[in-house]
C-alpha cells in the first residue's frame, strides 16, 4: 500500500505520528525516490501519454504492419528492426542512466525488445527459414493468426527480454515477455497435441490454462519482488488471458454462467485481499455481461429490457460510490483478519 504526503500530514493530525519527525520523514522520502527502479505503473496523464506512446511503437511495427510493409524483402525488414532497437536502446539507456527518467527509459527499453519478432521475420524471409506450417503472408499475422513459423520470433523475443531485464529492471518488459509466452503456447500446443491450427476450442482452453499459470507466476513474483511492481503486469495479462478464455465459452448452461458470475464475483474478493484493481475491472465486467444475459432472457422482446440494463449499471455505479466512500475502512478490516503470510501479497 502506498502513502501520500496528505496521509502522513493527517497521521500528525491524528497524534500517531510526531510533528517534529514529519519533515525529517518527508526529506528521506524525497530523497529516496531518485535511486528506487521504476515501481509500478502510474495513471496520471504524464504516464498514460508515455504508456500510449510506447503502444504506438509498438503496433506501429507490427500489429499494423501492411503487405507492403513486408515487401520491402527480409534483409530490409532486418535492418529496419535493428536500427529501430538500437535508437531505441540508446536513448532508453540515457534516460534511464542519465536523466533518471526510469519510466520513459524503460518504455524506450521494452519497445527495443518488442522490435526482435520483426529481426528474426526478416531473417526468416531472407533465408526461407520457413518451417512446415508455411510462410505468413505479412508481419502482421504474427499477432493475429496462430502458426507455428512463428516460433523462433516468439523464443528470440523471451531471450531479448530475459537480457534487458538484466540491465534494466523495468516491469513492462516482462509483460512483452509474458506476451511472446502466451504466442508461443498459442503456436507449440497444437503442434504438440497434433490438433489443426485455428482450432478456435483448443486456443480457448490453451489460454485459460496459461492465464492460470501466469496468475501463479504473479503471485509469486509478488511475494519476491523487493523494489518495482514487477507483479502488476503479470497479473494484468493473467487475468486478461483466464478470464478472457473462460468468457469466450459458448452456449453454456444457466449452471454454467452461474458459475461464471460467481468466478467474477470472486475476482471483487481478491481484488479486496490483494489490493489489486485489475481483478476488480475484469470481475464487474464480467458481472455486468452475466447479468445484462440474464436480463436479456427475462425482458426478451419486451420494452423493459433497456431499462433493466439501464438499473444493472447504475447499480455498479452506486457500488463503486460505496467502495470508494469506505474503501479505507474496508481494506482495515481486510488487513486485520489476512493471515501474515497474505498480507505481504497485498500491493
Known amino acids: 500500500m502506498r502513502y501520500s504526503t496528505d496521509d502522513l500530514r493527517a497521521a500528525v493530525t491524528a497524534g500517531v505520528l510526531p510533528s517534529t519527525q514529519l519533515d525529517a520523514l518527508l526529506a528521506f522520502l524525497t530523497a529516496r525516490v531518485p535511486e528506487q527502479p521504476a515501481a509500478g505503473p502510474r495513471f496520471d496523464v ?97 499477432y493475429v493468426w496462430i502458426k507455428g513459423s512463428f516460433v523462433f520470433m516468439e523464443l528470440a523475443t523471451i531471450a531479448a527480454a530475459i537480457v534487458a531485464l538484466q540491465f534494466y529492471r523495468f516491469p513492462f518488459i516482462v509483460f512483452i515477455m509474458a506476451v511472446a509466452l502466451w504466442f508461443l503456447s498459442m503456436d507449440v500446443v497444437p503442434w504438440i497435441a497434433g490438433a489443426s491450427y485455428g482450432n478456435w476450442e483448443l486456443s480457448r482452453k490453451v489460454s485459460i490454462w496459461f492465464g492460470l499459470g501466469i496468475l501463479v507466476a504473479a503471485v509469486i513474483v509478488n511475494l519476491r519482488q523487493r523494489s518495482g511492481d514487477f507483479a502488476f503486469w503479470l497479473y494484468l495479462f493473467g487475468v486478461l488471458t483466464f478470464w478472457g478464455g473462460i468468457t469466450a465459452t459458448s452456449n453454456g448452461t444457466n449452471l454454467d454462467k452461474a458459475l461464471y458470475c460467481a468466478l467474477n464475483v470472486g475476482f471483487l474478493l481478491i481484488s479486496v485481499a490483494l489490493s489489486r484493481r485489475v481483478f476488480a475491472v475484469f470481475g464487474t465486467i464480467g458481472i455486468a455481461i452475466y447479468l445484462g444475459d440474464l436480463a436479456e432472457k427475462i425482458f426478451k422482446d419486451s420494452m423493459l429490457f433497456p431499462f433493466a440494463l439501464s438499473l444493472i449499471g447504475v447499480g455498479i455505479i452506486a457500488l463503486g460510490l460505496y467502495v470508494h466512500r469506505h474503501q479505507r475502512d474496508i481494506s482495515a478490516w481486510v488487513d486485520a483478519r489476512l493471515p501474515e503470510s497474505l498480507k505481504r501479497l497485498r500491493a
Request: charged share 10%; proline share 4%; net charge positive.
Open 46 to 142: 504524464v504516464h498514460l501519454l508515455w504508456y500510449a506512446g510506447a503502444l504506438v511503437v509498438i503496433s506501429a511495427m507490427g500489429l499494423f504492419s501492411t503487405l507492403a510493409f513486408s515487401q520491402m524483402g527480409g534483409p530490409a525488414l532486418t535492418a529496419t528492426a535493428l536500427v529501430y532497437a538500437g535508437l531505441f536502446t540508446a536513448a532508453g539507456h540515457y534516460l534511464w542512466t542519465v536523466k533518471k527518467l526510469r519510466t520513459p527509459g524503460g518504455l524506450l527499453i521494452a519497445v527495443a525488445v518488442a522490435m526482435t519478432p520483426l529481426a528474426v521475420f526478416g531473417i526468416q524471409d531472407a533465408y526461407g527459414a520457413w518451417t512446415e506450417f508455411g510462410r505468413p503472408a505479412a508481419m502482421r499475422d504474427f
